[in-house]
Structure formats: structure tokens, C-alpha cells
């Protein structure tokens, strides 16, 4: 947290240092990509590959993935006053004032980001039920961010027209929005599954001296399941919205 100029006056900023363990993880990655695209280029290797625009298309999306973490880290924050709050994110920034955030809630960090980033994220939800990030408003940044949080809402209360109490018209859409979240959510593990079966595949073909369809295996076949696992698991968890969160005290 930034410089409190008293009141309600808050920025939230980042405090510690840059996430070397998921720069480093996600630069190996990218080095990998990035050799397997040059492969394309080898007729020994891939005889069915795309075209040789493989290896820039690579490395383009690894340059937009550490200027996007870069943005993340240098540029984004949210800041709190009495007339609202102001969240700037990687290039723009959104303002809600207080009689249009219906809540805000410290949420479980999604799956698979252990140690490489906060556990506990904070989230406004609009009074149309939907979720926005509060940029660095987490147990990185924070020792207690559900305290932090719970405070915030305590001292913006005078400001506000409407007291914190849940609607439930809102709290049906906000459970319909995590029913949508879940549904994408494993349907990228599903194609992340998906897409290391393909591996195996397009291995097996290079070894067996089969003609190879690289292009088709690795990128047609895990995006089309992406969508279709996505829509189906939407579909189904739609009308099987999950628990709602515990509400703050």
C-alpha cells in the first residue's frame, strides 16, 4: 500500500520484487516453443509443418508475454478516495464510484500459480455482478489483504448510498460469471491434456516414418477441443452454478 494521506485516501502499488521464479519458468518455455518452431523450417523434421513464419510468431508472443508482465508489475495499481475507486491496469484505467461497487471480495488465486504469485486476490464486483481485478491488493503486497479489504469497506461506508448488503439478482449473476470462469478454466487444462496426447502422436508418426501433420496436431486439434470442452462444461455448469463465497463479516 502506498502513502495513506488519511481517510480513505489509498494506493495500492507493487511493494516486493519482480516474480523472478515465473519470469525464468515462462523464458524457458518460450525457448522450447521457440526451438520446436525452428523445426518447422528442417524438412527432416516436420514435412507437413506450416510455413516458416513459425519461429516469429513465437517469438512475438514471447515478447508481448514479458512486456504484458512488465505493464503488470510497473504500471498497474488501483487506487482508493472518497469518491470511488480507480483501477489502472496494464495500458487503461477504470473508475467506479462508490455507489457502483456493489462489493469487494478476497478470492482464492486461480489453480497452478503456487508460489510463483499471491495467493489471495481482491476483486470489485460491479452492480451488474461482474469481477475486476484490484491490481496489487493481495498477500503479496499485503500481510492481510481480507483485513485490508474488510477496513476499506468499513471506512467507505459514509460514502456509499447503499448499505454492504447482498442482492440477489447480483449474487446470481456473480455465480453465473465463476460458473463461466470454472467452465474455461479446465477446458484449457483440457486442452493443455490434450495437446501433450498430440505430442505423443506427431512423436510416434516422426518415429514410425509416418507422413507428419504437425500443424494439425499440435495447434488445430487442442484449440478445436479449447472451444469445445469450454462451451460443453458452460453449458453444464451454467445451471450447476458453484457455492457462493463466505461473506465478509
Excluded at 515478447?63 to 505493464?71: E, G, M, S
Excluded at 500481510?143 to 448510498?161: G, H, K
Aim: one cysteine or more; aromatic letters at 10%.
Amino acid at each position: 500500500m502506498g502513502g495513506d494521506t488519511g481517510g480513505i485516501e489509498r494506493v495500492y502499488r507493487r511493494r516486493r520484487g519482480l516474480p523472478w521464479l515465473q519470469l525464468g519458468l515462462m523464458a524457458v518455455i518460450g525457448a522450447n516453443a521457440l526451438i520446436q518452431a525452428t523445426r518447422f523450417d528442417d524438412p527432416y523434421a516436420y514435412r507437413d509443418g506450416p510455413p516458416g513464419w513459425a519461429p516469429l510468431a513465437v517469438s512475438l508472443l514471447m515478447v508481448a508475454t514479458f512486456v504484458r508482465i512488465a505493464l503488470e508489475q510497473v504500471r498497474a495499481h488501483t487506487r482508493v478516495t472518497a469518491s470511488g475507486i480507480t483501477v489502472q491496469g496494464r495500458l487503461r484505467s477504470r473508475s467506479w464510484t462508490w455507489h457502483e461497487v456493489y462489493d469487494i471480495r478476497v478470492e482464492h488465486a486461480p489453480r497452478g500459480m503456487g508460489s510463483m504469485g499471491p495467493r489471495w486476490l481482491s476483486f470489485l464486483y460491479d452492480e451488474e455482478g461482474r469481477r475486476h481485478l484490484l491490481w496489487h491488493l493481495d498477500d503479496w503486497q499485503l500481510a492481510d489483504p481480507y483485513a485490508e479489504v474488510s477496513e476499506l469497506c468499513l471506512t467507505a461506508a459514509p460514502y456509499r448510498s447503499l448499505a454492504w448488503e447482498p442482492r440477489p439478482e447480483v449474487e446470481a449473476r456473480i455465480l453465473r460469471g465463476a460458473a463461466r470462469r470454472k467452465a474455461w478454466t479446465w477446458a484449457a487444462y483440457g486442452a493443455l491434456a490434450v495437446l501433450i496426447a498430440m505430442s505423443v502422436v506427431d512423436f510416434w508418426e516422426a518415429v514410425d516414418g509416418r507422413p507428419e501433420h504437425a500443424f494439425l496436431l499440435l495447434v488445430c486439434v487442442p484449440l478445436v477441443s479449447f472451444g469445445v470442452l469450454g462451451a460443453a462444461l458452460d453449458r453444464y455448469w451454467g445451471g450447476r452454478p458453484p457455492v457462493s463465497p463466505v461473506p465478509r463479516p
